[in-house]
């Protein structure tokens, strides 16, 4: 089955600086990668995503990349903010089995 | 619009009792999703319901664990008996319907511990 890979897991950004999250996976039928944001005491909420025919998408102070050649995509957050401190994950959906598989984490602190 | 609806927040059990978790999806949610999430991981999908029907359940330990989705709205996860290795907050989701979980909705969980 698909494994994802997510590094680090944990990050230390001072306000103002960027982030950087990264994920690998393994089943290369994989063709859509949402990013997702878990806030203390909350769910997992969608904050971007990207399909397998678009090598980057940006979204204000968020963007994505994928290199599907490598099986590995990016989660950049430029100018971070304190509301930015969260844990984030990564996630890869095969529409041939229509499994999601979640990343293991990454909790982003931002020191201001 | 309201959001996907999970009852209880908090269940603290011993080992070998049973629980039961509800959840109430975002209206005209056709598909429905429970994970489990053990600290420090990612959330892992347990059961995923279309309408009423399961889509998939193949990491549901169905030996402890049973999951129902009556009149394809409301659903209900049970346990019995739990083990101290199912603390862990169990997260339903949903969305529109068939294909990629875009716009996967997610309640806030409930965080089991067992004892």
């Known amino acids: 089955g698909e494994n994802v890979e997510q590094h680090p897991s944990t990050l230390s950004v001072q306000e103002g600086d960027s982030a950087v999250i990264k994920c690998t996976y393994s089943?290369?039928?994989?063709?859509?990668f949402p990013w997702y944001k878990q806030e203390l005491g909350k769910g997992p909420q969608l904050i971007i995503d990207?399909?397998?025919?678009?090598g980057e998408k940006k979204d204000q102070r968020i963007a994505v990349t994928l290199n599907k050649t490598a099986k590995h995509f990016s989660l950049h957050i430029t100018e971070t903010q304190p509301e930015d401190s969260a844990v984030y994950f990564c996630a890869s959906f095969n529409f041939g089995n229509e499994k999601l598989t979640f990343g293991t984490g990454t909790r982003l602190t931002i020191i201001p | 619009e309201a959001g996907v609806a999970q009852s209880p927040r908090y269940k603290i059990i011993e080992k070998r009792q049973s629980v039961a978790f509800w959840c109430n999806p975002i209206s005209g949610h056709a598909t429905l999703y429970w994970y489990q999430q053990i600290l420090g991981q990612g959330p892992k999908l347990l059961i995923q319901f279309q309408n009423n029907g399961v889509v998939d359940d193949s990491q549901l330990p169905k030996d402890r664990f049973s999951a129902e989705r009556l009149k394809g709205v409301d659903s209900t996860l049970k346990i019995q008996p739990a083990k101290l290795e199912d603390s862990a907050v169990y997260l339903c989701?949903?969305?529109?319907?068939?294909?990629?979980?875009?716009?996967?909705?997610f309640g806030s969980g409930t965080q089991l511990s067992v004892l």
């Open positions: 989701a949903s969305s529109l319907g068939w294909g990629p979980p875009e716009k996967l909705f």
């Open positions: 089943d290369s039928a994989s063709n859509y």
């Open positions: 990207i399909r397998s025919n678009v």
